[in-house]
Every structure is written in structure tokens, then in C-alpha cells.
């Protein structure tokens, strides 16, 4: 994977690699207490959406959607359980991209807030939670 400079500002659209590279660097800023717990938590970066995801979700554009947590949240788990699906967070670079340039957001800080929404889905927060680690983060 390729080493995204932290201050690197975009001027135009990072390939998947670099993305990929910004969420790295996104989970690494998670607060300590938290990131020791996310260890397990991968992360994969596709274009869009599929149609089979959207339709699970209830959402009828794919530009609507700019990431998704999938597997099991800490709170669901148990020592029962046999085997679970991977935990991993997808980033869908297109609708990221897009949102970018019509918020005008640096491109650090808008994967970081997808990363960050989405591992607080690891966790099992609530909105609230997830709106107060993100101002911590800020």
C-alpha cells in the first residue's frame, strides 16, 4: 500500500490505493481506548455500491451511500458464536468522491468521518455516540 503524506491536500481524485491508504491513516487516529478493539476490522474500498447492498439498506442511489460497516458489532458477539463473517468497512470511492467535490470537505477529513461513522457500527453506538466521537476527533 502506498504512504498517503499527511499533509497531502487532493487536487484530484486519488486512486483506490490512496484511499485506501487515508482510511489507514484514519483508524489510526481513532482514540487509543477505541483502536485496540477495531484490530480485526479490515477495510476495502470499491467503487459503488452493489444493487443487492442498496436493496438491503432501503437506499435507492448508490451516490447516497459512502460507506458500510459489515460484520458483527462487539455488542452482538458472544463466546458461543462458531464462526462470523469478516469485520470490514467499505469505502465507496465514487460516492466519496462526489461528495467531495460538491462539499468542497479536504478529502482526509471525509474518509476519516465515513471511517470513523462506520467503525462506531463496530461498536454498536448509538447516533449520539457516534456524533460525540466524532466532534472528539474534530
Do not use: C, K
Amino acid at each position: 500500500m502506498s504512504e498517503v503524506s499527511p499533509s497531502r491536500r487532493f487536487t484530484t481524485p486519488p486512486s483506490a490505493e490512496e484511499m485506501a491508504a487515508l482510511a489507514e491513516r484514519a483508524l489510526e487516529a481513532i482514540p487509543a481506548r477505541l483502536r485496540r478493539h477495531v484490530g480485526d476490522v479490515g477495510v476495502a474500498i470499491e467503487e459503488m455500491p452493489d444493487d443487492a447492498t442498496l436493496d438491503d439498506l432501503g437506499i435507492e442511489s448508490a451516490w447516497d451511500l459512502t460507506g458500510l460497516y459489515s460484520g458483527t458489532p462487539l455488542t452482538r458477539r458472544s463466546v458461543d458464536d462458531i464462526a462470523r463473517p469478516p469485520n470490514l468497512i467499505f469505502l465507496y470511492r465514487q460516492p466519496i468522491l462526489l461528495e467531495w467535490v460538491e462539499t468542497g470537505v479536504d478529502l482526509y477529513r471525509l474518509v476519516r468521518n465515513v471511517v470513523v461513522h462506520e467503525v462506531a457500527h463496530h461498536f454498536g453506538f448509538s447516533d449520539a455516540e457516534i456524533e460525540a466521537l466524532e466532534r472528539q476527533m474534530e
